[in-house]
């Protein structure tokens, strides 16, 4: 129920458990990015060694070299050889494309890890992108918006495959903008073409493709910077107040309260896991929105304060009447006793459940008795538990007369009668209810 690691608030979106976690993020990034630079530049160091071998290799030909080879397979087979040329930031190798100009395999680029965003930040996000409109001047803007990551990618890809055109990088990238055709290339692949709208002249794609660079994705700027982010969080956190920090825990104590309530396992209240339930809806629209809104936050903790009265009378009871008892029938009075009713004990006083209630009440009275009196009564401690009642003094006796009789003649039929009697010190009631049958008199 909590939020998961991959969560991210925006500064001023900040909750302490998502701080805690995005300084162990920003770490760890930090960490693997500097011992990517330290593999990438051990790697550049040999390719540079193998290519300055290579370059001197290339450039010390001898005489004997067929001399009908032509001037273009020469450059290409210089540019294959070309320190600048040489291919980084490979991740692997595609099991089927190839390069559609030289028909080498299409390797897949190492690329820049997304930028994480919460939900708030999508739907800020959302709101900017459906503010721009829908003509042409908004599109462009959404382009620019969304270019940063595309740039990197193009840019990764250039550097893994060189020699690799916009094609290539769609084939890769974007499968549903590329049209295949039924016709077979040199290379052995199915022939295609762009979709229309890769084809609008001076389109964000294109665009963005001419102005990219070979590079690879350790030697971009980052997409994600780990040391502002951090630096942005530990700011955050040293500005607020403690009663904003209070603020700031809301969601994550609600969910470590609702977590403890969904783990109460009792057979009295079935319906303690749909109360939870109804409890996380609640909770998952108070924590929705980017302003926290305190009065739901106020109703849930009067739910959950309810429940929880719920679950300790619960369990008071099961401590004081049945022990360990967890029987079905001590489960369904427990039941009957949390709903309010008049309930029947089994076994009457002589059962387990009535012994305990008697002696329940019987240290009642004798705390009734010690209480009063901050002294100790050398006269209490000498009476017998024979001097104390079990069941304190009655403050009223109350007598209920049923019968089923003919009224007002002997020949009448049969008719109920009640009557009520309430007996006290100062008064008595008497409540009674009488029929009579009319038409047999």
């Known amino acids: ?44 160091t040999d390719e540079f060694e193998t290519a300055e071998s290579e370059e001197e290799e290339f450039f010390e030909c001898t005489s004997e070299e067929p ?24 991740l692997a190798k595609h099991p089927s494309l190839k390069l559609i100009q030289s028909g080498d395999p299409l390797y897949l680029p190492i ?6 965003k919460t939900e708030d930040q999508l739907e800020e ?41 916009l094609e290539d990088f769609i ?11 039924d016709e077979i290339d040199e290379w052995g692949q199915l022939k295609g073409h762009l979709s229309a709208r890769m084809l609008i002249p001076n389109n964000p794609w294109s665009t963005t493709w001419n102005s990219a660079q070979p590079v690879p994705a350790h030697r971009q700027k980052r997409l994600f910077d780990d040391t502002r982010e951090a630096e942005k ?11 904003q920090i209070a603020q700031l825990l809301l969601p994550t104590l609600t969910h470590a309260a609702l977590h403890t309530l969904s783990e109460q396992k009792q057979d009295a209240l079935p319906n303690l896991l749909d109360v939870a339930s109804s409890i996380l809806n609640k909770l998952q629209y108070a924590t929705k929105p980017i302003h926290q809104k305190l009065y739901i936050y106020e109703e849930i903790f009067r739910d959950i304060e309810g429940i929880e009265a719920l679950v300790a009378q619960v369990n008071s009871l099961q401590h004081k009447l049945g022990g ?41 009275q004798k705390a009734a008795l010690v209480m009063p009196s901050l002294n100790i009564n050398p006269e209490i401690d000498t009476v017998g538990d024979s001097k104390f ?20 003649s002997p020949t009448s039929t049969a008719q109920p009668q009640r009557l009520y009697v309430s007996l006290k010190r100062d008064d008595i009631r008497l409540a009674g209810f009488f029929s009579e049958d009319t038409i047999f008199l």
């Open 233 to 243: 969080a530990l700011h955050f956190l040293s500005t607020k107040r403690i009663g």
């Open 324 to 364: 360990n008892n967890d029987s079905k029938e001590f489960t369904s009075f427990l039941v009957q006793l949390m709903r309010g009713k008049e309930v029947e004990v089994p076994d009457g006083s002589r059962g387990n459940i009535g012994s305990r209630i008697t002696t329940m009440f019987r240290d009642a």
């Open 125 to 165: 996000d959302a709101q900017v992108m459906m503010q721009l409109g829908t003509d042409k001047h908004a599109s462009e803007m959404r382009a620019r918006l969304m270019s940063a990551s595309l740039l990197s990618d193009m840019e990764s890809f250039k550097a893994a495959n060189p020699g690799a055109v």
């Open 389 to 408: 009642k079990s069941f304190p003094e009655p403050c009223c006796k109350e007598f209920i007369l049923r019968i089923v009789t003919p009224r007002p």
């Open 1 to 44: 129920m909590l939020a998961s690691c991959s969560t991210w608030f925006k500064v001023g979106q900040y909750t302490l458990k998502t701080i805690h976690e995005m300084m162990n993020c920003c770490i760890e990034k930090k960490k693997a990015r500097e011992e990517m630079a330290h593999k990438s530049q051990s790697i550049d």
């Open 171 to 181: 084939r890769w990238y974007s499968p549903r903008d590329w049209i295949e055709e």
């Open 111 to 116: 690329t820049q890890d997304p930028v994480p």
């Open 67 to 90: 001399s009908n080879e032509d001037d273009s397979t020469r450059t290409q087979l210089k540019a294959k050889h070309l320190l600048w040329n040489k291919p980084a930031g490979r």
